[in-house]
């Protein structure tokens, strides 16, 4: 009996007299500059590529034992692009909406579609909670993210304007899961809503779905590009059919595109990483 309370005692002096271990993973947040292109539209009347749209970013990184950022896992715990513009055509087709994944400030299926609605938000915000959305591998010294594996659904690659709906199945850990499109459509006009798919008037959207974070046709490049001290992220570029990173789902007859490159955000409280230097090269 004595020789297990002398053992027990031990192993607790041991236990308080151990340095504490640095964190396994830090977090950084991204003020997130997007891009939303549209193409394929009724006579190419509403084609059109919104820039300098806002947004946030939120990834997750390893650390070694210094607490440093190193190679290895990286993980998105939230996305969110809020894109507001008018094209001016045939009709005046406002678009109000928010892409957010897994939720908009902490909301995954909020009341809200219309900008007059109660708790609107001007932007989605991450609270802090929720699990990875989309998993990838960092390589510092290559100065890129490689995704997981994710299989994109048939129609992703499709050059059909009426293919790619968000029912459309996608899987994998490189997916972007869970992402979300909530606001309105407001297509001011008659017949040429009709031929955009829309109501005249307001069109409220919602819609869930997995998105692929692939970047196509084959042959174009397909890195996120990462610079030496994380402090930006860029979708790939580089495309050889022109378009932006990534091929979004819609309800309406024709193709949405979207890209960003974030900028780190120390202000805010999801930023714990350190400031990061750029890893020796060989």
């Not at 590529?49 to 998105?76: C, F, H, N």
Request: proline letters at 7%; hydrophobic letters at 35%.
């Amino acid at each position: 009996m004595r020789r297990f309370v002398a053992t027990a005692f031990a192993l607790v002096l041991l236990t308080l007299g151990a340095p504490a271990s640095a964190s396994e993973s830090c977090t950084i947040a991204y003020r997130v500059e997007a891009a939303l292109q549209v193409t394929d539209t009724y006579l190419g009347k509403g084609d059109t590529t919104a820039r300098g749209l806002g947004g946030s970013l939120v990834m997750e990184y390893p650390t070694d034992r210094e607490g440093q950022v190193t190679d290895g896992k990286v993980r998105i715990l939230h996305l969110a692009m809020f894109e507001k513009f008018t094209v001016d055509a045939i009709v005046d087709v406002t678009t109000t909406v928010h892409h957010f994944a897994p939720a908009c400030n902490g909301e995954s299926r909020p009341a809200w579609r219309l900008t007059s609605d109660p708790g609107f938000p001007d932007a989605c915000r991450y609270d802090g909670r929720g699990k990875a959305v989309a998993v990838g591998k960092l390589s510092r010294d290559k100065g890129r993210i490689a995704w997981a594996r994710c299989k994109a659904a048939p129609t992703y690659w499709g050059g059909d304007r009426e293919a790619y709906r968000p029912s459309d199945e996608s899987k994998g850990r490189g997916c972007l899961n869970e992402m979300h499109v909530v606001g309105n459509i407001r297509c001011d006009g008659r017949l040429a809503c009709k031929f955009g798919g829309l109501a005249r008037g307001d069109n409220p959207q919602f819609d869930v779905w997995t998105q692929p974070l692939v970047h196509g046709p084959p042959g174009s490049k397909s890195a996120v590009r990462v610079s030496d001290d994380l402090r930006t992220i860029g979708t790939p570029t580089g495309r050889r059919d022109g378009f932006q990173s990534y091929n979004l789902p819609n309800e309406s007859p024709s193709r949405t595109w979207f890209s960003w490159v974030a900028t780190r955000n120390d202000a805010s409280p999801h930023t714990t990483c350190p400031t990061a230097t750029a890893p020796e090269r060989p």
